[in-house]
């Protein structure tokens, strides 16, 4: 890229368009480059604008959207109409697009990255992962005199002894090589519908398997992939007193006895205790607790161990579906306690880029710049941007008064405190305590279907037990709760579950009932 002037490549030849930006001296480009594509009937394109959008660089070749700087772009006039542009073009805020070494985008790539919200990936996190696994793969093969679109099954199998065989090179594990296989397969399926390539370099066989509604149906397994252990070998949960340890000790600073620790030198221990107190009761994950707004929070009223209804939004939940889950009036005092004492008492004031200022704020929308709006329809990335006097809408902050969303840090830190006092305690992190939830959620349901067959029957048969649990099977109830796509990824806490101690549970529950 000889200058920092616009160009717009079409096909494999490209025309000048004039400057859009003061020239920038060569070889300077890359550090704030943005390729937008374009698809206008036949013809499609990569506008890049030089010196304008402010992209960051995970991996070489990999960049992303940013509609702020391009808002800044006096052609468009606003962020607004910056975010209304790239719409049109089908660019969401955040998608990623790829480069090649000589700075021509990679048209194929690019389209397909393009694609995937309407084909059922809408989390920026999967974009920039497709991304990136794209990325290595593509320069891999390159680097091996190849092209991704010519790939070979020998290809692959050179990139696994580089990823998992060879001790100098990458090193990943096999979860993290399936993922990256599972991106490579979302590529080539696109690549082979569109007629870009004519098979996968990918080696495939025919298998039978039974789902989890006990069906078997015919499957391809793809031979890639490495057979991985049990889910719930490696599944980690904690038990009701470790849990309490966790998070009183751990998050919330105090001794193992309940009382204050003169010594405890961490921060915002309410807001930590709150956090982790809402995921171990409602088994949202990280980023769905993080993006609720306070205004989505039910009231808690009532005595703490009741539950209530919690509605997790379509634009935070994981695969964009709406779900409804419970938590405990316990959790949401902690909250509530939270907001009104430490968060009220937030005096940084947060001014992020795009910011987004609330009016008027209620439990179903408010006035966002001048009109109104409901929370259900605010998207994640607009969510980080929402502000009330200040500070951020979403009921967690961070020290700049901002969303806190990165609790990686604090419960690593609240995980070493309790290993002052417990040196065997596992690692907690906060996918922990949504399998907390599920394991102790689907114990209760479990021991309530047990119990009520026990209540009608002294010795009830074994068909009987069994017609009940067709009736009221619990794992749907709790596949809802936690959102999943499929009940299978569901049954692991199955494992988790001692039918010794749950059925010795329910007969001390049922003595009382037997006796009268």
């Given at each position: 890229?000889?200058d920092?002037?616009a160009v717009?490549h079409?096909g494999?030849g490209?025309?000048?368009?004039?400057s859009l930006t003061a020239?920038?001296p060569a070889?300077?480009?890359?550090?704030?480059?943005a390729?937008?594509?374009t698809?206008?009937g036949?013809?499609?394109?990569?506008?890049?604008?030089?010196?304008?959008i402010?992209?960051?660089v995970?991996?070489?070749?990999?960049?992303?959207v940013?509609?702020?700087?391009l808002g800044r772009?006096?052609r468009l006039g606003?962020i607004?109409?910056?975010?209304?542009?790239?719409?049109?073009?089908?660019?969401?805020d955040?998608?990623?697009?790829i480069?090649?070494?000589?700075?021509?985008?990679d048209?194929?790539?690019?389209?397909?990255l393009?694609?995937?919200?309407?084909?059922?990936c809408?989390?920026a996190?999967?974009w920039k992962?497709y991304?990136?696994?794209?990325?290595?793969?593509a320069?891999f093969?390159?680097?091996r005199g190849?092209?991704?679109?010519?790939?070979?099954?020998d290809?692959?199998?050179?990139f696994?002894?580089v990823?998992?065989l060879?001790p100098?090179?990458?090193g990943?594990?096999p979860?993290t090589?399936?993922?990256?296989?599972a991106a490579?397969?979302?590529f080539?399926?696109w690549?082979v519908?569109?007629?870009?390539?004519s098979?996968?370099?990918?080696v495939y066989?025919?298998?039978w398997?039974?789902g989890?509604?006990?069906?078997v149906?015919?499957?391809?397994r793809?031979?890639?992939?490495?057979r991985?252990?049990?889910r719930h070998?490696?599944?980690?949960w904690?038990?009701?007193d470790?849990l309490?340890?966790f998070l009183?000790?751990g998050l919330?600073g105090?001794?193992p006895?309940g009382?204050?620790?003169?010594t405890?030198m961490?921060r915002h221990?309410?807001?930590?205790?709150?956090?982790?107190?809402?995921?171990a009761?409602?088994?949202?994950?990280a980023?769905?607790?993080?993006?609720l707004?306070?205004y989505?929070?039910p009231t808690?009223?009532?005595?703490g161990d009741?539950?209530v209804?919690l509605?997790?939004p379509a634009?935070?939940a994981?695969?964009?579906?709406t779900?409804?889950?419970i938590?405990s009036?316990a959790?949401?005092r902690?909250?509530?306690s939270?907001?009104?004492?430490?968060?009220?008492?937030?005096?940084?004031?947060w001014?992020?880029?795009r910011?987004i200022?609330?009016r008027?704020a209620?439990?179903?929308?408010?006035?966002v710049?001048?009109?109104a709006?409901r929370?259900?329809?605010?998207d994640a990335?607009?969510?980080?941007r929402?502000?009330?006097?200040?500070?951020?809408?979403?009921w967690p902050?961070s020290?700049?008064?901002?969303?806190m969303?990165?609790?990686?840090?604090?419960f690593?830190r609240a995980?070493?405190?309790?290993r002052t006092?417990?040196s065997d305690?596992p690692?907690v992190?906060?996918?922990?305590l949504?399998?907390t939830?599920?394991v102790?959620t689907l114990?209760?349901l479990?021991?309530?279907t047990?119990?009520?067959v026990?209540?009608?029957?002294?010795d009830p048969a074994?068909d009987v037990?069994a017609?009940?649990?067709?009736v009221?099977?619990?794992l749907p109830a709790?596949?809802?709760?936690l959102?999943h796509?499929?009940?299978?990824?569901?049954?692991?806490y199955?494992?988790?579950?001692d039918?010794?101690?749950?059925?010795?549970?329910?007969?001390?529950?049922?003595?009382?009932?037997?006796?009268?």
């Open positions: 890229m000889p920092g002037s717009l079409e494999v490209t025309r000048r368009v004039p020239a920038r070889g300077c480009w890359s550090e704030r480059t390729w937008v594509w698809s206008r036949s013809s499609s394109g990569f506008l890049v604008l030089s010196g304008l402010h992209s960051f995970c991996l070489a070749g990999v960049f992303f940013d509609a702020v700087a772009w006096d606003s607004a109409a910056a975010e209304r542009w790239l719409a049109d073009l089908g660019l969401p955040l998608m990623p697009f480069l090649l070494e000589d700075g021509a985008p048209r194929v790539a690019n389209r397909w393009a694609s995937l919200p309407a084909h059922g809408r989390s996190s999967t992962a991304a990136l696994n794209w990325a290595e793969w320069r093969v390159r680097a190849s092209d991704p679109l010519t790939a070979t099954p290809d692959v199998a050179a696994f002894a990823q998992r060879d100098s090179g990458a990943v594990g979860a090589w399936n993922r990256k296989v490579l397969e979302n080539y399926r690549a519908d569109r007629g870009l390539v098979a996968s370099p990918f066989r025919d298998a398997a039974r989890g509604d006990g069906v149906r015919a499957m391809r793809n031979l890639a992939k490495e991985s252990g049990r070998a490696t599944l980690r904690l038990e009701p470790r309490a340890f009183s000790v919330g105090l001794l006895n009382s204050e620790d003169s405890f961490g221990a309410a807001r930590n205790r709150a956090f982790g107190e809402l995921l009761a409602s088994g949202l994950r980023q769905e607790g993080s993006l707004l306070v989505e929070l808690a009223d009532g005595p009741r539950l209804a509605n997790v634009v935070v994981k695969g964009g579906v779900r409804r889950t938590v009036i959790a949401l902690m909250i509530a939270y907001v009104r004492l430490e968060r009220s008492q937030a005096r940084t004031r001014s992020p880029d910011a200022e609330v008027n209620t439990a179903d929308g408010g006035r710049d001048g009109r709006v929370w259900s329809g605010v990335h607009a969510r980080a929402l502000v009330e006097n200040g500070v951020a809408v979403a902050l020290a700049t008064g901002g969303p969303t990165d609790w990686s840090d604090v690593a995980t070493e405190r309790c006092f417990q305690f690692r992190t906060p996918h922990t949504r399998h939830f599920a102790h114990h209760r479990v021991s309530q047990v119990k009520r026990r209540e009608h029957a002294d074994l037990l017609g009940y649990w067709r009221h099977d619990p709790l596949r809802d709760l959102g796509a499929s009940i299978t990824t569901t049954q692991v199955l494992q988790a579950i039918p010794t101690r749950m059925l010795a549970s329910v007969d001390e529950d049922c003595e009382p009932c037997r006796a009268a």
